[in-house]
């Protein structure tokens, strides 16, 4: 009640808790780029001479600080206020790996802020030992997920008409209408509700062939309190764990520095611009704050500048190999703590409730009378404004007199995620509990780069006589598979494991076959080895498997010593794909040739060795990107017929001025080597044309929109737009701005296009050429 009585004042500033992850695995050997001194922190960028930047939070806390030190700062204060009718909001911040999600949600033997919370309020609901007790909490909790500018109901996935969206009411604050608001009586369905949750966003995230953490997901918990003298307390809880905010990406032997454009994390570039601009009082000057300019921002309006509570919770990696992005969260982090919001206690008299409905009522009547008015220049905003009111008049209900109706409609949707599940062939929240599961039995378990989503899909093995097949569902499927995939490199069926419980040579036999035809472009990687048509392979405890192009996996058999958890990492699973992809390209007696011929015409114009060494590390990176764009285009290809086929293939930019002159002199040095990626518009049977050449730095950012726009034209039933606009140059050409912004809500602003990168085949001081063996390099 003391935090609560200090937290009413209306300028009160957002907490700021700064938490320290310990030092991962392979990263043993490095000293540490960062101290604490209580709530005092200070980061050394640079060598061991450079000199330490200090800042000032509320709390620090150590690496060695454990799960409860952390809900003591950060979840129990947000869960006292809540009580006390203040809404609250807390939201994870930091580079991907620095511990975010471990902080928010842990792992079950470790739990984090979410489950505790969780436990904490329901234990007050059975049990309000306050001095002044409620005769009844209700509780309901959504759940969603911001992917590329697009929210996802993460508690009931199924098809929707209509998009959602956020909309902001003048008195009840910002809300998503039509967003699953689920009853919860316990905190066992609470747990449930968020275990499906997960796992609905661990494969939406593979099935969009994403393999980076660019979603933002948030659960809201909402509170209504009704004490014995009538009186009601509303408040609610927005716990928020955000993308990555790393702003590039280290990769390959010669740290390639890959430049994340905006359209990577646009939302989190929009959330640096509003944080910016509350810390220097731009609100108080009468300065625009673009909360609208995306779907993150605007539904954290009141949490940044409104009615709550707010804690911004930074995590950091101490290592010095990430003490830039670290000191960037720092810096980021500072700002925060400048933000000021304006929290209030929402307590309503028993009539109360019926004169909000009716006010609601009438503003729905008021908006329908304008939208049919002949005058309204605007039926797109007051159509949703009515949605919004309507959403909030059955969200009233249901959290008031129709409280029993709300809970017998959340016992209807846990049959709906059951079946989904089942679907999806996934396997309820109880594990141990399965019917027919016997101990012991091997199972697949997934691995992502966000910690989150790693260990949410778990697939059992079925034992001889049947086998396990995987492949896609639906009603292009030959037959049921046990394990159903979909996304790209995924076809009908692509591979099948038999298992035998027979101890065969001291452990006992698993096998994984690949039967998908060449034609059928299905991609199963063993080990970071890939499986041509009808080969097999051995299963061990351990063993990594790559499905397509996104999903992970790892086997895992009961009883077996277990791997070394860095060994089964998402990055080790990249970086084993890489290197097999480079040694059997290199091995290759056509790429062997076409490099020797390379070096060669590259020493004639004076490059030196380790330019050229450089050189091919960094085609050898590209190829495993290269070879995934080729394959989103021919099913994207497939999928529209009539567009015309576009290819990607690796070539090199080199001056076509700087022409040597006799005994391999220059009239001026050569310009560095720049490796690009060519975009080929035509067939084999018809002449090729060049669109544009990519720069290698900027293509993993370009094929993350590939990738957006493979998944929209899969997931839509009229592809006639997508269709026109494929088949138009400027679409490859241009930025990928339009690709990027696909599932953008064009009523609420967007970021501004970037401008087209001007590198097609025009430009005429470079001679681009290509790495293809077919052509002459000379």
Same mark, same amino acid.
């Given at each position: 009640?003391?935090?609560?009585?200090?937290?009413?004042?209306?300028?009160?500033?957002?907490?700021?808790?700064?938490?320290?992850?310990?030092?991962?695995?392979?990263?043993?050997?490095?000293?540490?780029?960062?101290?604490?001194?209580?709530?005092?922190?200070?980061?050394?960028?640079?060598?061991?001479?450079?000199?330490?930047?200090?800042?000032?939070?509320?709390?620090?806390?150590?690496?060695?600080?454990?799960?409860?030190?952390?809900?003591?700062?950060?979840?129990?204060?947000?869960?006292?206020?809540?009580?006390?009718?203040?809404?609250?909001?807390?939201?994870?911040?930091?580079?991907?790996?620095?511990?975010?999600?471990?902080?928010?949600?842990?792992?079950?033997?470790?739990?984090?802020?979410?489950?505790?919370?969780?436990?904490?309020?329901?234990?007050?609901?059975?049990?309000?030992?306050?001095?002044?007790?409620?005769?009844?909490?209700?509780?309901?909790?959504?759940?969603?997920?911001?992917?590329?500018?697009?929210?996802?109901?993460?508690?009931?996935?199924?098809?929707?008409?209509?998009?959602?969206?956020?909309?902001?009411?003048?008195?009840?604050?910002?809300?998503?209408?039509?967003?699953?608001?689920?009853?919860?009586?316990?905190?066992?369905?609470?747990?449930?509700?968020?275990?499906?949750?997960?796992?609905?966003?661990?494969?939406?995230?593979?099935?969009?062939?994403?393999?980076?953490?660019?979603?933002?997901?948030v659960c809201t918990l909402r509170l209504v309190q009704v004490f014995p003298n009538g009186k009601i307390r509303k408040s609610s809880m927005n716990l928020c764990d955000l993308a990555g905010s790393e702003r590039a990406k280290k990769t390959g032997a010669i740290g390639l520095r890959m430049?994340?454009?905006?359209?990577?994390?646009?939302?989190?570039?929009?959330?640096?611009?509003?944080?910016?601009?509350?810390?220097?009082?731009?609100?108080?000057?009468?300065?625009?704050?673009?909360?609208?300019?995306?779907?993150?921002?605007?539904?954290?309006?009141?949490?940044?500048?409104?009615?709550?509570?707010?804690?911004?919770?930074?995590?950091?990696?101490?290592?010095?190999?990430?003490?830039?992005?670290?000191?960037?969260?720092?810096?980021?982090?500072?700002?925060?703590?400048?933000?000021?919001?304006?929290?209030?206690?929402?307590?309503?008299?028993?009539?109360?409730?019926?004169?909000?409905?009716?006010?609601?009522?009438?503003?729905?009547?008021?908006?329908?009378?304008?939208?049919?008015?002949?005058?309204?220049?605007?039926?797109?905003?007051?159509?949703?404004?009515?949605?919004?009111?309507?959403?909030?008049?059955?969200?009233?209900?249901?959290?008031?007199?129709?409280?029993?109706?709300?809970?017998?409609?959340?016992?209807?949707?846990?049959?709906?995620?059951?079946?989904?599940?089942?679907?999806?062939?996934?396997?309820?929240?109880?594990?141990?509990?399965?019917?027919?599961?016997?101990?012991?039995?091997?199972?697949?378990?997934?691995?992502?780069?966000?910690?989150?989503?790693?260990?949410?899909?778990?697939?059992?093995?079925?034992?001889?006589?049947?086998?396990?097949?995987?492949?896609?569902?639906?009603?292009?499927?030959?037959?049921?598979?046990?394990?159903?995939?979909?996304?790209?490199?995924?076809?009908?069926?692509?591979?099948?494991?038999?298992?035998?419980?027979?101890?065969?040579?001291?452990?006992?036999?698993?096998?994984?076959?690949?039967?998908?035809?060449?034609?059928?472009?299905?991609?199963?990687?063993?080990?970071?080895?890939?499986?041509?048509?009808?080969?097999?392979?051995?299963?061990?405890?351990?063993?990594?498997?790559?499905?397509?192009?996104?999903?992970?996996?790892?086997?895992?058999?009961?009883?077996?010593?277990?791997?070394?958890?860095?060994?089964?990492?998402?990055?080790?699973?990249?970086?084993?794909?890489?290197?097999?992809?480079?040694?059997?390209?290199?091995?290759?007696?056509?790429?062997?040739?076409?490099?020797?011929?390379?070096?060669?015409?590259?020493?004639?114009?004076?490059?030196?060795?380790?330019?050229?060494?450089?050189?091919?590390?960094?085609?050898?990176?590209?190829?495993?990107?290269?070879?995934?764009?080729?394959?989103?285009?021919?099913?994207?290809?497939?999928?529209?017929?009539?567009?015309?086929?576009?290819?990607? =293939?690796?070539?090199?930019?080199?001056?076509?001025? /700087?022409?040597?002159?006799? #005994? @391999? !002199?220059?009239? +001026? *040095?050569?310009? &560095?080597?720049?490796?690009?990626?060519?975009?080929?518009?035509?067939?084999?049977?018809?002449?090729?044309?060049?669109?544009?050449?990519?720069?290698?730095?900027?293509?993993?950012?370009?094929?993350?929109?590939?990738?957006?726009?493979?998944?929209?034209?899969?997931?839509?039933?009229?592809?006639?737009?997508?269709?026109?606009?494929?088949?138009?140059?400027?679409?490859?050409?241009? =930025?990928?701005?339009?690709?990027?912004?696909?599932? /953008?809500?064009?009523?609420? #602003? @967007? !970021?501004?296009? +970037? *401008?087209?990168? &001007?590198?097609?085949?025009?430009?005429?001081?470079?001679?681009?050429?290509?790495?293809?063996?077919?052509?002459?390099?000379?």
């Amino acid at each position: 009640p003391a935090l609560a009585v200090a937290m009413s004042n209306p300028s009160s500033a957002a907490t700021v808790c700064v938490r320290i992850r310990p030092f991962l695995p392979r990263e043993k050997g490095q000293t540490t780029a960062v101290q604490t001194d209580g709530n005092q922190i200070a980061i050394q960028v640079g060598g061991p001479s450079a000199e330490w930047r200090h800042f000032a939070f509320d709390q620090c806390l150590a690496a060695d600080a454990g799960q409860e030190v952390l809900y003591s700062q950060v979840g129990e204060p947000i869960l006292r206020n809540a009580l006390e009718g203040f809404n609250g909001t807390l939201f994870a911040y930091g580079q991907t790996g620095s511990g975010k999600s471990f902080s928010i949600m842990g792992s079950e033997a470790d739990r984090g802020v979410v489950p505790q919370l969780l436990h904490r309020l329901f234990g007050v609901v059975e049990g309000d030992a306050r001095p002044e007790p409620a005769s009844e909490l209700r509780i309901t909790m959504s759940f969603l997920e911001i992917y590329n500018e697009e929210l996802n109901d993460l508690l009931d996935p199924r098809p929707r008409q209509k998009k959602l969206f956020v909309h902001q009411h003048p008195q009840m604050g910002v809300y998503v209408p039509h967003l699953t608001e689920a009853a919860s009586t316990s905190a066992a369905d609470a747990m449930r509700l968020l275990d499906f949750g997960a796992k609905i966003r661990a494969t939406a995230q593979t099935n969009m062939n994403s393999t980076s953490s660019r979603s933002h997901s948030v659960c809201t918990l909402r509170l209504v309190q009704v004490f014995p003298n009538g009186k009601i307390r509303k408040s609610s809880m927005n716990l928020c764990d955000l993308a990555g905010s790393e702003r590039a990406k280290k990769t390959g032997a010669i740290g390639l520095r890959m430049r994340e454009g905006s359209a990577i994390n646009s939302s989190l570039s929009v959330l640096g611009q509003v944080i910016s601009k509350l810390s220097s009082g731009a609100e108080k000057k009468g300065v625009h704050v673009p909360f609208r300019q995306s779907k993150l921002t605007h539904l954290l309006t009141d949490a940044l500048s409104g009615n709550s509570v707010t804690t911004m919770l930074a995590n950091i990696s101490p290592a010095h190999s990430e003490a830039e992005e670290s000191l960037s969260t720092l810096r980021f982090a500072d700002n925060v703590k400048k933000v000021k919001t304006k929290p209030k206690v929402m307590e309503l008299s028993p009539e109360e409730p019926m004169e909000m409905l009716q006010t609601l009522q009438e503003e729905v009547s008021f908006l329908q009378s304008a939208l049919v008015a002949e005058s309204t220049l605007m039926p797109n905003e007051i159509s949703r404004a009515i949605e919004g009111a309507e959403h909030l008049q059955r969200s009233l209900c249901a959290r008031g007199e129709e409280w029993a109706n709300a809970v017998q409609q959340t016992r209807a949707l846990e049959a709906v995620q059951q079946q989904l599940l089942q679907e999806r062939c996934l396997p309820l929240y109880e594990v141990g509990q399965l019917a027919g599961v016997k101990a012991g039995t091997p199972y697949l378990l997934n691995v992502s780069d966000d910690p989150a989503l790693s260990g949410c899909l778990l697939y059992f093995l079925r034992p001889d006589p049947e086998t396990t097949t995987i492949g896609q569902g639906g009603p292009n499927s030959i037959a049921p598979n046990c394990v159903v995939l979909e996304g790209l490199g995924i076809p009908t069926r692509l591979a099948e494991i038999q298992w035998s419980d027979a101890i065969l040579e001291g452990g006992r036999s698993i096998r994984i076959f690949k039967i998908a035809g060449a034609s059928e472009r299905g991609r199963l990687l063993v080990n970071g080895r890939p499986l041509e048509t009808g080969e097999g392979a051995m299963l061990i405890h351990g063993t990594r498997i790559v499905f397509g192009w996104a999903f992970c996996f790892r086997v895992v058999i009961p009883g077996t010593g277990e791997p070394q958890k860095d060994d089964i990492s998402f990055e080790n699973f990249s970086k084993e794909v890489m290197q097999y992809t480079m040694t059997s390209t290199m091995e290759n007696m056509d790429m062997i040739k076409a490099v020797t011929q390379w070096s060669a015409d590259l020493e004639r114009r004076g490059y030196g060795v380790d330019e050229r060494e450089q050189l091919v590390d960094l085609v050898g990176e590209v190829m495993v990107l290269v070879e995934e764009g080729n394959a989103l285009c021919k099913e994207v290809n497939a999928a529209l017929p009539g567009t015309p086929p576009v290819t990607l =293939d690796i070539g090199i930019c080199l001056s076509f001025l /700087a022409v040597p002159q006799s #005994g @391999g !002199a220059h009239r +001026a *040095p050569p310009r &560095p080597l720049a490796v690009v990626i060519q975009v080929w518009r035509g067939s084999e049977s018809e002449e090729l044309r060049l669109l544009a050449a990519w720069p290698a730095w900027d293509f993993e950012r370009r094929l993350q929109w590939l990738r957006d726009a493979h998944r929209e034209v899969l997931k839509r039933s009229d592809d006639s737009r997508w269709a026109w606009k494929l088949s138009k140059d400027d679409w490859w050409v241009g =930025d990928g701005a339009d690709a990027a912004g696909a599932g /953008a809500d064009e009523s609420v #602003g @967007g !970021a501004a296009s +970037a *401008p087209a990168w &001007p590198g097609g085949a025009g430009g005429t001081s470079l001679e681009v050429e290509s790495a293809a063996t077919t052509l002459d390099p000379r």
